[in-house]
C-alpha cells in the first residue's frame, strides 16, 4: 500500500507544471475576453476560486476569495463574511496550502519566473519575514476594510487596491491594453501597484515564491490549516535513512521529516523526488495514519520473519 | 536539473518581449495598445485616421492633377444635366458616370487613362468615407490641419451608426417615482452629464458630492447632470431605498433616474463594467466625446470632463 | 496530535465551514460578491 501510494505522489509532483498550467487555465476560462477587454459577467462569478486570481482579470472564470471577503467585509451591510471564511475553511480543511503548491495561478507564475536562470538567494535567514503574511491578512484584508469606513459605512478593499499584484497582472494590465478608456483612467495607484508587481517580479526571478512565503494573505490562512488539513505529508520513519536530501530540495525552508506539516510548506514534492528512500509521500485522509502505518509495519516484519 | 541552452535563451526573450510590452504602456498613455495589426487599410485610432485622411486627399489630387485638360473636358461635360454629387453617392463613381456620358469626346487611350483614375478615386472615397464615419473629426482636423487629437476609439463601445453615437433613449422614472424620458431630458439641457454608478462602489459614492456641485454649476449654464444606479434598474425597490439612502448621506440631490434592463438603454448600460463611467451628453442626444472611466475627482478626469462639456455647450451656441 | 484527536478537529472545522458556508448564503454575502465581481470598481482594482 505504501508503495502505490509514493507511486501516485511521484507521479503528481512531476505533472506539478501541468497541473499548475490547467489549474490556471480552468481559473481564467474566458479567454475571448482579453480581446475585448471586457469582464465575464456570469454567476460563475458567485463562487470564489481556491488561487489568488483576481476578479478583474477579464478571463476569470469566479471571484477572488480575498477579493470577495474584502468586499463583503468594506460593505456597509456587513462585517465580517461567513460565506467566504466558511468556504476557505472547508478549502483549508480539504486540501490546505497543496492549493499553493499547484493550484495558485500567481504561484505557478513566481515559479515561472524563477527559471530564469540567474544566481539564487536562499531564504532561510529570512525567516521571521513570513509572519508578515499574518499581518497583511489580518489588518489589510479585514481590519481595515471592516473598520476604516467612509461616511456613509464603506470601507475599501485595502488589499486589492493598494498591495495585490496579481491585479495588476491579470486586471490592470490587459484591461488598459485592450480599453481606451480604462488607460485614461490609469493614475499614481496604477504607478504604485506596477512598481509592486515589478518588484515582485524580481525578487521572484532571485528568491523562490517571495509573494507566497512573505505577503500572501491567502497563502497565509491556508497555513493556519496545514496541520489539520487532510491532505498531509508523510514521512515513513523506517524507510527514512536521515540524509537530509529532502531537507536540501525544500524551497520553503521546512524540513518534512521534523515538521511534515509545517505552515510553510506548500506540498510540491519536490522533497518525495529527492528522497532516496521514497519515505516521503503524500497522504490523503483523516488523521494521521499512525496506527495504520503502525499496523502495516508490523504485518511486513512478520512476513519478513516468516520469509527468513 | 539541466536546462538547456536554447531553452534558456527562448524563455529569456519571451519575458523580455513582455517586460518590454508592459514597460511601453506604462510609460506612455497614448500607445495604441491594439493586438489587431496589419489591416493597413483601416486606421485604429483618431491619430491615424486624420493621417490617412490626408494621405488620401493626396493622393486623390495627385490623380486629378496629372491631365488636367482631359480632366477639364470631364468637368464640362458634368455641367450637362448631370446631377451633381449626391448625398453618399462616391465622387469616383460620378466621375465614371460623367466619363461614360461623355466619351465621344475622348480617344481609347483616353478614355481608359480617365477610367482607370476615376476608378483609383473611388476607391479613395470609399476610403475617406469610412473614416469619416468613425472619425468624423478626422476629415475635419485633416483638411483644416488643427493638431489636437481626440481620445481614441474605445473598442467596448457599441459601433457608430454613421454620425456621431446617439445615447440609447430611454423612458425611466427618477428615485421619487417620476416619469423621465430621455429626449425631454437632452432636449431640455444644453449638455447632460450622465453618470453610472452603484450602490456599493467606493469611488462612485465618493464622488457624489462633487458631482452634486457639478450640478448646480451646469444648471446654470443651461445643462444638469443626472445618475444612473446600475442597481436600481427594473426598480428593485430594495436598491432604490439604498441608493436615496446613499445619495441623502453624500448631500447629493441631483436626479437619478432607471429604466428596464431590456430596453435600449438597459442594454447600453449592462455593457459597462468598469465603473464610475460617465457620459457628456448634447441637447439632441448625442454622445459627446468618450465616456470618462473613473472617479471625476481625478485631476486628470476632472479636466477631460470639463473639456468635454465646453465642447458640447460651445456647439449648443453655434 | 494525536489521530484520534486531529480526526475529530477535521470533522468539526469541515462542518463548522460548510455551517458558515450555508449561513453566509443565507444572509445574502453571495449576492454582494457577485455584485461586486461582475462590475469593475477600478479603484479596488488598483486602477486610478
Not at chain 1, 158 to 165: I, S
Not at chain 2, 216 to 242: M, Q
Not at chain 2, 246 to 254: I, S
Not at chain 3, 12 to 26: D, E, K, N, Q, R
Request: proline letters at 4%; glycine letters at 10%.
Amino acid at each position: 500500500m505504501g508503495k502505490k501510494f509514493s507511486g501516485v505522489s511521484q507521479t503528481m509532483s512531476r505533472f506539478r507544471g501541468w497541473i499548475q498550467a490547467g489549474a490556471t487555465l480552468l481559473t481564467n476560462l474566458h479567454l475571448p475576453n482579453f480581446l475585448k477587454g471586457g469582464l465575464y459577467q456570469g454567476a460563475g462569478k458567485t463562487v470564489c476560486v481556491p488561487g489568488l486570481n483576481c476578479y478583474s482579470c477579464p478571463a476569470a472564470s469566479g471571484a477572488c476569495p480575498i477579493g470577495a471577503f474584502q468586499a463583503v467585509v468594506g460593505s456597509s451591510k456587513f462585517s465580517f463574511s461567513y460565506y467566504i471564511t466558511g468556504f476557505l475553511i472547508l478549502l483549508g480543511v480539504l486540501l490546505g496550502r497543496f492549493i499553493c503548491g499547484f493550484l495558485c495561478p500567481f504561484g505557478w507564475f513566481q515559479e515561472l519566473l524563477h527559471k530564469i536562470p540567474t544566481k539564487k538567494l536562499s531564504t532561510k535567514r529570512l525567516k521571521p519575514l513570513t509572519y508578515l503574511k499574518y499581518a497583511v491578512l489580518l489588518v489589510m484584508v479585514f481590519l481595515l476594510p471592516a473598520f476604516l469606513v467612509n461616511d456613509v459605512g464603506m470601507g475599501d478593499p485595502f488589499f486589492c487596491k493598494y498591495l495585490c499584484p496579481q491585479g495588476v497582472l491579470e486586471g490592470a494590465i490587459p484591461l488598459s491594453l485592450a480599453n481606451s478608456g480604462i488607460r485614461a483612467a490609469l493614475g499614481k495607484l496604477f504607478t504604485w501597484k506596477f512598481s509592486i508587481l515589478l518588484s515582485v517580479i524580481a525578487l521572484s526571478v532571485l528568491f523562490y515564491r517571495p509573494f507566497c512565503k512573505w505577503l500572501c494573505p491567502l497563502g497565509a490562512f491556508y497555513a493556519l490549516f496545514n496541520r489539520v488539513s487532510l491532505f498531509q505529508m508523510k514521512v515513513d520513519k523506517n524507510k527514512c535513512v536521515s540524509c537530509g536530501k529532502c531537507a536540501r530540495a525544500c524551497k520553503m525552508d521546512v524540513d518534512v521529516t521534523k515538521t511534515p506539516n509545517h505552515t510553510e510548506c506548500i506540498r510540491c514534492g519536490m522533497c518525495i523526488r529527492a528522497c532516496p528512500t521514497n519515505a516521503v509521500c503524500f497522504r490523503y485522509g483523516f488523521g494521521d495514519g499512525k496506527d495504520k502505518a503502525k499496523a502495516a509495519e508490523t504485518l511486513q516484519t512478520n512476513n519478513n520473519n516468516k520469509e527468513e | 536539473m539541466k536546462i538547456n541552452r536554447t531553452n534558456t535563451a527562448g524563455r529569456i526573450l519571451a519575458l523580455l518581449l513582455t517586460a518590454l510590452m508592459v514597460l511601453s504602456l506604462a510609460a506612455c498613455g497614448t500607445k495604441g495598445g491594439d493586438k489587431m495589426d496589419g489591416m493597413s487599410s483601416e486606421p485604429k485610432n483618431a491619430e491615424e485616421a486624420v493621417a490617412m485622411h490626408k494621405e488620401l486627399m493626396a493622393q486623390e489630387n495627385a490623380i486629378l492633377s496629372e491631365d488636367t485638360a482631359l480632366w477639364e473636358k470631364v468637368f464640362m461635360a458634368a455641367d450637362k444635366g448631370m446631377t451633381m454629387q449626391e448625398d453618399g453617392k462616391n465622387y469616383g463613381e460620378f466621375l465614371l458616370d460623367t466619363i461614360e456620358g461623355s466619351k465621344d469626346q475622348f480617344t481609347e487611350d483616353e478614355l481608359k487613362l480617365l477610367k482607370e483614375a476615376a476608378e483609383k478615386i473611388r476607391e479613395i472615397e470609399n476610403k475617406l468615407t469610412m473614416i469619416e464615419k468613425k472619425y468624423p473629426e478626422a476629415a475635419q482636423q485633416s483638411t483644416d490641419g488643427a493638431m489636437s487629437v481626440p481620445a481614441g476609439s474605445d473598442m467596448t463601445t457599441p459601433p457608430d451608426d454613421g454620425s456621431m453615437q446617439k445615447f440609447p433613449a430611454f423612458e425611466g422614472k427618477d428615485l421619487d417615482g417620476n416619469t423621465v424620458k430621455s429626449d425631454e431630458l437632452f432636449s431640455a439641457n444644453a449638455v447632460t452629464v450622465v453618470n453610472f454608478w452603484f450602490t456599493t462602489c467606493n469611488p462612485c459614492v465618493g464622488e457624489l458630492s462633487e458631482l452634486d456641485a457639478l450640478n448646480k454649476e451646469l444648471s446654470e449654464k443651461g445643462g444638469s447632470l443626472i445618475g444612473v444606479n446600475t442597481f436600481t434598474l427594473d426598480g428593485d425597490e430594495t436598491a432604490i431605498s439604498e441608493a436615496k439612502d446613499v445619495l441623502a448621506k453624500k448631500g447629493a440631490t441631483y436626479q437619478n433616474v432607471y429604466f428596464d434592463s431590456d430596453g435600449e438603454a438597459g442594454k447600453f448600460t449592462t455593457n459597462i463594467f468598469a465603473y464610475p463611467t460617465t457620459y457628456v451628453v448634447d441637447r439632441s442626444g448625442n454622445i459627446v466625446g468618450e465616456p470618462i472611466v473613473g472617479a471625476i475627482t481625478e485631476k486628470k478626469q476632472a479636466e477631460t470632463l470639463q473639456k468635454l462639456i465646453d465642447q458640447a455647450l460651445a456647439a449648443d451656441m453655434g | 496530535m494525536s489521530c484520534g484527536k486531529k480526526a475529530a478537529a477535521q470533522i468539526v472545522l469541515l462542518m463548522a465551514g460548510a455551517a458558515m458556508l450555508c449561513f453566509g448564503v443565507w444572509r445574502g454575502e453571495a449576492a454582494t460578491v457577485l455584485s461586486k465581481a461582475i462590475k469593475l470598481c477600478l479603484e479596488c482594482v488598483g486602477i486610478g
